[in-house]
């Protein structure tokens, strides 16, 4: 963003400027009688006075104590500011990053970009004025990748450390090595010592202060309302059958406030919403007044910020949410929650190259940080739809997702830092061996190492630049050889975000027909091209029917303008990198030789039974009804990802011819004799 640009309001609850002075002044000063009677704001001095007398200091206290949104602010009036020093505070989610921003900024009565700003992928409203600085942990992990000693930054929070997101465990190790490397003056360099916060509500503060040499840990005691926590008597059959009824309980018994229900995933969703609509037109006049709102991680930036809004006079919201909104924010107006108890979980199996995504119970500290988005404004409810007995029976926290995740992206980061010895890095929860091992074979045969696992020149420098996993990476770098970069571009935008395509249960048939136009008998990655350009031709004409033409067609608008989004950022990274980008035309031969020689290491060949072998782990793999190569089953395909859902499927498919494999990648392939 140009510097000093106004951002749009994301919480539509910022004065207006056009309002008179006098209801300014009030809600100035209603906003400081609330961040006094936080009950973060009675130990600010203490805090100050720790942070000033430890290197790394964890910070636990309830949700809505007022850790995000104070701290901040007491570390810039205490001077951590002063010589052009920036406060960062890292947040696992952009949603967050973003929200907390606007409310810092309005807490603070400046404008959004100003003294207070945020940086996420794709949205940076900071300027040469920022002192506080809301980011993602990935953001700030790649900031340290051009800026090694975070020279600019006096303090960093890393926020809802409880996560443990592979970004979050990552930044923490880098953090350590910085601080290390700030206090001896690395690299010749006089930078101040860098000071740690880390901070969460449901925190083992245990683990974290080990890591950090027994640093200390203080609690931030009290919550500013109570929540009652409500459980069903017995387990529930169906958590979306008994999360829709709860819905129409709390509208008809309970008093004005809005809802926040937390499902599991995009589908899920959107099935309770429907069902929701069906029954509110059955329903006399005045019990229709429910507003229902929708937020996952698919939606792009913009529509999830609709959920802040308030809701029309006289009508409750109710937001269908996944584990996006759990920790962090504050929605104006929630006062009831909907805890269904269960989440959507990825892990990944390094020996098969397998994901795995499954509906799972919550963590103790999950339903804690649930509960934790009421009580904030005002008293709450929260109903957990599962029996207390349920609870207790609940893992404490999550399984630190470094350790169930793919970890060659890591990796190329740690190596991009000049960090070799990976099996001996000081991670906080160590990956397994065998995970390490995987990622580091993967990497060397994707052409990012050297035989002595050493980051190669150029190609290895070049993939750890590019914020993408590095099979994209390699398929950009190749595409630059094959010709085809404008496609191949295109193609990574499309298949980094999810689902393109969405397919409402009652009308997969009518969804799958009305695309047809796209399908392109090679396969996925060509059917995504051509949705992308019919998106650009309509683009050039007029922006305002892409919304009806992507409903006509089953597409994904939130998904396609993130992936027009990337296609941006992504193309800017390689023009960087020297890249002239240009397009194959009509030549998608050379496009699907640049896929073969990029996803090698995912190919799988027809069985007689008409199942596939995946080459690489030998898995009997079948296509995922979703691709439009369902039914022509060719010989030989490469496959974007390999998932286990309720069988082993490979998706986004294109063919190719096998003989391809030995030409283009000698290496791994040998011509069959
Ligand atoms: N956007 C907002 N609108 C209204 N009130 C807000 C907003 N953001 C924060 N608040 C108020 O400030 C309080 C403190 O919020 P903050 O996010 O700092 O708490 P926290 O301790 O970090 O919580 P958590 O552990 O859940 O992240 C909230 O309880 C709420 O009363």
């Known amino acids: 963003m140009a510097q000093g640009e106004l951002k749009r309001s994301l919480l539509n609850n910022n004065p207006n400027p056009k309002s008179p002075i ?8 209603k906003i400081a009688e609330h961040r006094k009677s936080l009950p973060i704001a009675s130990v600010e001095k ?9 290197d790394v200091l964890i910070i636990i206290g309830e949700t809505g104590s007022g850790k995000t949104t104070q701290l901040p602010q007491f570390l810039f009036r205490a001077g951590f500011c002063k010589k052009r ?3 960062g505070i890292t947040q696992p989610r952009r949603i967050a990053a973003m929200s907390i921003a606007e409310r810092v900024a309005e807490e603070s009565d400046v404008e959004l970009g100003q003294r207070v700003g945020y940086s996420i992928r794709f949205d940076d409203c900071t300027s040469s004025t920022t002192r506080l600085k809301l980011m993602t942990d990935g953001f700030l992990l790649r900031e340290a990748l051009v800026d090694p000693l975070l020279s600019r930054y006096s303090v960093i929070v890393v926020d809802e450390a409880h996560e443990r997101t592979v970004d979050t465990d990552v930044l923490l190790a880098l953090l350590k090595d910085v601080q290390r490397d700030r206090l001896s003056g690395c690299q010749g360099r006089k930078v101040s010592p860098l000071k740690l916060i880390i901070m969460s509500a449901s925190l083992d503060a245990s683990v974290f202060s080990e890591y950090f040499g027994g640093a200390k840990a203080v609690r931030v005691e009290g919550r500013p309302f109570h929540v009652d926590i409500l459980y069903t008597v017995r387990p529930v059959e169906d958590y979306v059958d008994a999360a829709f009824n709860t819905i129409f309980q709390i509208h008809s018994e309970e008093e004005p406030g809005d809802i926040l229900v937390f499902l599991t995933g995009q589908e899920e969703i959107e099935s309770v919403e429907r069902l929701v609509k069906e029954k509110l037109k059955d329903l006399p006049e005045d019990e229709r007044k429910l507003l229902p709102l929708v937020i996952y991680s698919a939606l792009p930036s913009e529509k999830q910020t609709r959920v802040f809004a308030p809701a029309p006079t006289g009508f409750r919201k109710v937001i269908l949410a996944t584990n996006i909104a ?5 929605i104006p107006g ?5 805890d269904s108890g269960f989440v959507k979980a990825r892990t990944y199996d390094p020996s098969k190259g397998i994901k795995t995504l499954d509906v799972v119970e919550v963590s103790k500290a999950q339903a804690l940080q649930r509960s934790g988005r009421v009580g904030r404004e005002a008293p709450g409810k929260c109903f957990r739809l599962y029996p207390e007995r349920e609870f207790e029976k609940l893992k404490d926290s999550t399984k630190p997702e470094i350790k169930r995740c793919n970890l060659s992206n890591v990796i190329l980061h740690l190596k991009a830092r000049g960090i070799d010895d990976i099996v001996g890095f000081d991670f906080i929860d160590k990956p397994s061996r065998g995970a390490i091992v995987k990622a580091l074979a993967e990497l060397y045969l994707l052409g990012a190492l050297t035989d002595d696992c050493k980051l190669a020149k150029p190609a290895g420098e070049q993939m750890s630049r590019l914020p993408l996993d ?9 595409a630059n050889q094959f010709n085809c970069l404008e496609e191949m571009l295109i193609t990574v935008a499309m298949l980094s975000v999810e689902s393109i395509f969405y397919d409402p249960l009652e009308k997969r048939e009518e969804a799958r027909n009305s695309r047809t136009h796209f399908a392109n008998v090679e396969g996925d990655h060509l059917t995504y091209l051509s949705v992308y350009r019919e998106s650009d031709e309509l683009l050039e004409k007029r922006n305002n029917i892409m919304e009806k033409w992507c409903k006509d067609n089953f597409v994904n608008s939130g998904s396609l303008k993130l992936a027009r989004d990337t296609y941006r950022e992504i193309r800017e990274h390689v023009e960087q990198m020297g890249f002239n980008v240009s397009s194959c035309g009509n030549d998608m031969l ?3 030789r640049c896929l073969a020689a990029s996803f090698f290491l995912k190919a799988a060949q027809r069985q007689m039974d008409g199942t596939y072998r995946a080459l690489e782990s030998g898995e009997i793999v079948h296509i995922h009804p979703t691709s439009v190569l369902f039914h022509s089953k060719p010989e030989c395909v490469i496959f974007d990802e390999f998932i286990q859902t309720s069988k082993k499927y490979i998706k986004n498919l294109t063919r190719i011819d096998h003989l391809w494999l030995a030409e283009l990648v000698p290496h791994h392939y040998k011509i069959d004799e």
């Open 22 to 29: 006098a209801s300014r002044s009030r809600k100035r000063q």
């Open 46 to 54: 203490r805090l100050i006075e720790e942070v000033q007398k430890n």
């Open 85 to 87: 020093k920036m406060v």
């Open 326 to 330: 759990e920790t962090s924010i504050t």
């Open 334 to 338: 929630i006062r009831y929650v909907i």
């Open 470 to 478: 590095p099979f994209y990476s390699r398929a950009l770098i190749l």
């Open 590 to 592: 050379e496009y699907r």
